[in-house]
């Protein structure tokens, strides 16, 4: 079974700096999906970034960036010119390809809460 | 189309009443995901369903829950004879297909006294 571990329960940034959230995985398979879901206090996951583990070039989207290291079976969250309404619990989350076992769902992280201060 | 949605948002129930839960997803989406989440944890996965089709279920589903979706659309989950350790945010996700993200509701916030 994989494994998705958090070590940072929580993490503080200043507004308009950059931050790194830690993620690391255990898995024994070559080919899956890594994301990273945001959760505000409005509850509601919301989709921040995605890597194919095939892919060698780190994602982006915008402000977020993620460093993806398959050897090292991490990946991490960097949110860059940091925004007050980033303020969220971070969730890192795993997803095998093997759709008979799975049924592409998703096994999670603990969470890193972010504070943003103004 | 506004998302998936959950009703209701908050559910305040006692110890031993059933107590079940309805999400809709995202219209066109096939498949359809109950997860669990308890406070300062990740969502843990509960079932899977691809259109009427339960697929699976995890150990966590003890024998006093029980999820359908008829006709392949929203679904309902049902807790009977709910403990306290029963409280916890309930979150349904729907996604089109193998591959792509899930999309997840508000959830429904479970307290059992």
């Known amino acids: 079974a994989q494994t998705v571990t958090q070590s940072q329960p929580e993490m503080s940034v200043q507004e308009a700096e950059t931050v790194t959230l830690s993620c690391t995985y255990d898995t024994s398979e070559s080919d899956y999906y890594l994301f990273w879901y945001k959760q505000p206090p409005s509850r509601q996951m919301i989709l921040v970034i995605r890597q194919e583990a095939y892919k060698q070039q780190n994602a982006t989207e915008n402000r977020f960036s993620v460093n993806f290291q398959k050897a090292a079976k991490s990946f991490s969250l960097k949110i860059s010119d940091s925004q007050l309404g980033d303020a969220a619990m971070y969730f890192c989350?795993?997803?095998?390809?093997?759709?008979?076992?799975?049924?592409?769902?998703?096994?999670f992280g603990e969470g890193t809460q972010l504070t943003v201060n103004p | 189309d506004t998302g998936v949605s959950q009703d209701p948002r908050h559910k305040i129930t006692k110890r031993g009443q059933n107590v079940t839960f309805r999400c809709d997803p995202i219209s066109e989406h096939n498949r359809l995901y109950w997860y669990r989440q308890t406070l300062g944890q990740g969502p843990e996965f509960l079932t899977y369903?691809?259109?009427?089709?339960?697929?699976?279920k995890s150990r966590l589903l003890s024998d006093r829950f029980s999820a359908e979706r008829p006709k392949g659309s929203f679904s309902t989950l049902e807790i009977q004879r709910t403990e306290q350790g029963d409280s916890a945010m309930y979150l349904c996700?729907?996604?089109?297909?193998?591959?792509?993200?899930?999309?997840f509701g508000n959830g429904t916030r479970l307290t059992v006294t």
């Open positions: 996700a729907s996604s089109f297909q193998s591959g792509s993200p899930l999309h």
């Open positions: 989350a795993y997803r095998s390809l093997e759709e008979e076992t799975s049924g592409s769902r998703l096994t």
């Open positions: 369903f691809q259109n009427e089709a339960q697929l699976e």
